[in-house]
């Protein structure tokens, strides 16, 4: 499977309306940029408990989501281009429930691997200035996903990013996201089976241990 990158993105510390730093504010970046460990040279991480690496190097959200919040709560100004939902790599007709924990992509020279889906927090609603948009992301399991860099590379919109090993396919992005944020959790038997699956993220397995311990 090959889908084209339409956009890479990076930015910087920048202050959200109500003067919170955030780094959501993604800008697209021309040509050529390097992917390291620590995802895209330049990209700025300001909450590192919630958007580190190694394993949330690299953030993808699907760009036909920003059309699914356009319809359902109107004009979003500060969603005018690809980055302004903090992503990194933006691409059309790649969705959540395409995607698996462990997938391994090629993005232009770099190898990079699936290790769980983005869980939407109040940054969001404070840059785009629209209650609601939250739950409404979680309900849909909109969420996005991270990845880790296996292999330091190149890469620029206009590349492809090649699927070149699928991983746990009964996990996809969506169901992993419903499973441990949903409003109805899986079961515990199956929340141990997300956990266990050798390329998740050291997050969402903590993240797992801490809803069983409720």
Request: charged share 20%.
């Amino acid at each position: 499977m090959q889908i084209t990158v339409d956009a890479l993105c990076s930015g910087g510390a920048t202050a959200l309306p109500d003067g919170e730093l955030s780094g959501i504010a993604n800008s697209i970046i021309e040509g050529p940029v390097a992917i390291g460990e620590r995802g895209i040279a330049g990209d700025v991480q300001v909450n590192r408990q919630h958007h580190g690496y190694p394993a949330m190097a690299l953030h993808h959200f699907p760009h036909e989501n920003y059309a699914w919040l356009a319809h359902h709560f109107g004009p979003l100004p500060r969603l005018a281009q690809p980055g302004s939902m903090g992503e990194n790599i933006s691409t059309d007709g790649l969705t959540e429930h395409d995607v698996y924990i462990g997938d391994r992509f090629r993005l232009g020279s770099a190898l990079i691997e699936v290790t769980q889906p983005r869980q939407p927090c109040a940054t969001i609603e404070g840059h785009l200035q629209k209650k609601g948009i939250v739950k409404a992301l979680v309900a849909a399991a909109r969420t996005g996903w991270f990845y880790r860099v296996l292999e330091t590379g190149t890469a620029q919109a206009g590349d492809m990013l090649e699927r070149v090993e699928t991983g746990s396919t009964p996990w996809s992005i969506a169901r992993a996201f419903l499973a441990t944020y949903g409003a109805a959790r899986a079961p515990d038997d199956e929340l141990r089976e997300l956990a266990a699956l050798d390329r998740v993220s050291d997050r969402l397995v903590l993240d797992i241990e801490k809803r069983l311990a409720r």
